[in-house]
């Protein structure tokens, strides 16, 4: 059984992925307007760069979300400790992040993935 504060990581992975798509929402207003006023289908078009960015920055977080979900799951309603692989490629995809891109949320994966390296 997991226990501690590790216990709580996924539920930290989605609040951070519900945290970057308010973000985005907010961030993108004038990209999304258009989109959802077009209905949505085929609305990123190539040469879109402003779309293609909101797009995939709500995307991050929805995937944040559901990767916070399995492991919440993993670990409450199953007892399993997700595998040590997860917290590793956590932990290289926000590194490579913050040194991409320093003035980011990237900064915010680098504790959970810890937690999730932990014994």
């Given at each position: 059984?997991?226990?501690?504060?590790?216990?709580?990581?996924g539920l930290?992975?989605?609040?951070?992925?519900?945290?970057?798509?308010?973000?985005?929402?907010?961030?993108?207003?004038?990209?999304?307007?258009?989109?959802?006023?077009?209905?949505?289908?085929d609305t990123v078009g190539n040469g879109q760069w402003d779309r293609v960015t909101a797009f995939w920055f709500l995307m991050l977080g929805f995937?944040?979300?559901?990767?916070?979900?399995?492991?919440?799951?993993?670990m409450k309603k199953k007892g399993i400790t997700p595998p040590v692989s997860l917290g590793?490629?956590?932990?290289?995809?926000?590194?490579?992040?913050?040194?991409?891109m320093p003035t980011s949320g990237f900064w915010l994966g680098l504790p959970q993935a810890w937690l999730l390296l932990r014994k």
């Open positions: 059984m997991v226990s501690g504060i590790k216990r709580h990581v930290t992975l989605m609040l951070t992925g519900l945290f970057h798509n308010i973000l985005g929402l907010v961030g993108f207003m004038t990209q999304l307007q258009p989109m959802v006023a077009e209905g949505l289908w995937m944040l979300i559901l990767f916070g979900y399995t492991v919440d799951w993993l590793w490629m956590l932990f290289v995809f926000c590194l490579i992040g913050v040194i991409v």
